[in-house]
């Protein structure tokens, strides 16, 4: 249960810094 947890912090920290480099390079 636990590594589920991590697994999805990690994919939510990823989408995150995607999002923000998706942004500053289409801006």
């Known amino acids: 249960m636990l590594?589920?947890?991590r697994?999805?912090?990690k994919i939510?920290?990823?989408l995150d810094?995607?999002?923000v480099s998706l942004?500053?390079?289409t801006r």
């Open 17 to 19: 810094i995607g999002g």
């Open 3 to 5: 590594n589920y947890y």
């Open 23 to 25: 942004e500053f390079l």
């Open 12 to 14: 939510s920290l990823y």
């Open 7 to 9: 697994f999805i912090f």
